[in-house]
Nanobody, 113 residues
Framework: QAQVVESGGDLVQPGGSLRLSCAGS????????MTWHRQVPGKAREWVAT???????FYADSVKGRFTVSRDEAKNTMYLQLDNLKPDDTATYYC???????WGQGTQVTVLS
């Protein structure tokens, strides 16, 4: 059973913004190394970003400067702010804990082209 639930995906115009949420359940998103990945059908999953417990963040070159990861400890939720969206950002986004083999259902982001 996945320990996170992703939400916030939507259909947007190029240049638009979205905020994705990653709600933790049994485990604290603040105590673990959390990641964001995305996948397009027929293609390999792509790493997007990592958030360390100490707050350090790392981003894929394809999203650097446009996406921002953050968290709210009180809500046990991690976020991914997506700005200046491009059609190539269209994918299902997932937020697995680093190293886990159990992924959530993901949330769909579609950027019109």
């Amino acid at each position: 059973q996945a320990q996170v639930v992703e939400s916030g995906g939507d259909l947007v115009q190029p240049g638009g913004s979205l905020r994705l949420s990653c709600a933790g359940s049994e485990r604290s998103v603040s105590a673990e190394i959390m990641t964001w990945h995305r996948q397009v059908p027929g293609k390999a999953r792509e790493w997007v970003a990592t958030l360390f417990p100490g707050g350090a963040t790392f981003y894929a070159d394809s999203v650097k400067g446009r996406f921002t990861v953050s968290r709210d400890e009180a809500k046990n939720t991690m976020y991914l702010q997506l700005d200046n969206l491009k059609p190539d950002d269209t994918a299902t986004y997932y937020c697995p804990e680093h190293g886990t083999t159990t992924w959530g259902q993901g949330t769909q982001v579609t950027v019109l082209s």
